[in-house]
């Protein structure tokens, strides 16, 4: 496809389950964010990874939360424990360029996750 | 980081200009100042990116003084289907850099 695909969309986990949620960027992007958004907020940054390289992940809110892209392509996100404040839609972005100037992130539709 | 601060909600009708502002006092002089739209459901999409005075694409003009410490959002003949988020955000010219989004502007359009 066109653009940033993740899988699933909608996902309801039992408190204490893990989970994984999938990103598949547009192909040959360089960069590739991951951002939580609570209802009503703005996006909030996760991690950044350039290529495979996980540059920066001081977004990460516990260590329950781990990312990866090893081939530098698709990334996972994947979330261990979870509880009732993970519940939020995980964004998925990717953009051409090693830095985000003059080279614009595109978002996939994101991954809704209910925690239960 | 520079921090960016912008009206929380904008009300406008049908076929009027729409202009959001942003104030951005401690953007850095390497930054830029990107727009980016969101509709329920939806990931954020770019809308304009600009260093200084003026942008325009075929959706949006943007417009950035001098000083830099804000910048405004021009949407010309808003429709209905403008209803959205809209943020403001500053991003550092670095090569690897987080983008940060506020809470952004939810505009709403009327017949």
């Known amino acids: 496809g066109a653009g940033v695909s993740q899988s699933p969309r909608y996902k309801v986990a039992k408190r204490g389950q893990d989970v994984a949620l999938r990103c598949d960027p547009i192909?040959?992007?360089?960069?590739l964010f991951w951002y939580q958004q609570a209802l009503g907020q703005g996006p909030e940054f996760l991690t950044y990874f350039q290529n495979e390289a996980q540059l920066d992940k001081s977004g990460l809110p516990s260590d329950r939360f781990f990312a990866e892209r090893p081939e530098g392509s698709v990334s996972t996100l994947k979330i261990q424990r979870t509880q009732q404040e993970d519940s939020a839609v995980y964004l998925c972005?990717?953009?051409?360029?090693?830095?985000?100037?003059?080279?614009?992130?595109?978002f996939g539709q994101g991954t809704r996750l209910t925690v239960v | 980081l520079a921090k960016t601060t912008q009206p929380i909600s904008m009300d406008s009708y049908e076929g009027q200009e729409v202009n959001i502002t942003c104030s951005h006092n401690n953007i850095a002089t390497n930054d830029y100042i990107t727009w980016y739209q969101q509709f329920p459901s939806q990931g954020p999409r770019f809308i304009i990116q600009g260093y200084k005075t003026k942008v325009t694409n075929e959706v949006a003009s943007l417009f950035i003084p001098a000083d830099r410490k804000s910048s405004t959002l021009s949407l010309p003949r808003v429709s209905l289907s403008d209803t959205a988020v809209y943020y403001c955000l500053v991003v550092p010219h670095s090569s690897a850099s987080k983008i940060i989004f506020g809470s952004g502007t939810r505009l709403s359009i009327r017949p």
């Open positions: 972005a990717s953009s051409l360029g090693a830095g985000q100037v003059n080279t614009e992130a595109f």
């Open positions: 192909s040959g992007h360089v960069s």
